[in-house]
């Protein structure tokens, strides 16, 4: 009960309130262009394009701050049932492995990797 009291509730919201607001609101733009698919990676480029045009003129809350990386740290347990699935699927693949694991990390880690570094760099 006592780590309850200790959690800072309106950084919360505001937080995950921010994101969604964002996420949701670059679907709806995109959408106007026939591409809701890219309504998350553009939702989250505006956010960190905004967070960075904010931090050139003040500093962003040590608050949102905290309740950032709260979020980050333990949004990771939210893809272990999708490494589940893709053991599942890659067990049945056979010899196509080394082409689907060259294809994840070109798409997934490469990006992630310099959106980290431009985070850390201009946060």
Not at 36 to 42: A, C, Q, R, S, Y
């Amino acid at each position: 009960m006592e780590q309850l009291k200790r959690v800072d509730w309106q950084a919360w919201i505001f937080t995950i309130g921010l994101i969604i607001f964002f996420r949701e609101a670059s679907v709806w733009v995109m959408s106007q262009f026939n591409h809701p698919e890219i309504g998350n990676l553009t939702g989250l480029l505006s956010l960190l394009f905004v967070l960075v045009i904010w931090r050139r003129f003040k500093k962003i809350p040590a608050r949102l701050v905290d309740t950032n990386n709260k979020l980050m740290r333990e949004s990771g347990f939210a893809f272990l049932p999708v490494c589940a699935g893709s053991l599942i699927m890659l067990v049945s693949m056979g010899k196509e492995i080394p082409l689907f694991l060259v294809v994840m990390f070109i798409s997934t880690l490469i990006p992630l990797w310099i959106y980290a570094k431009m985070a850390k760099k201009w946060l």
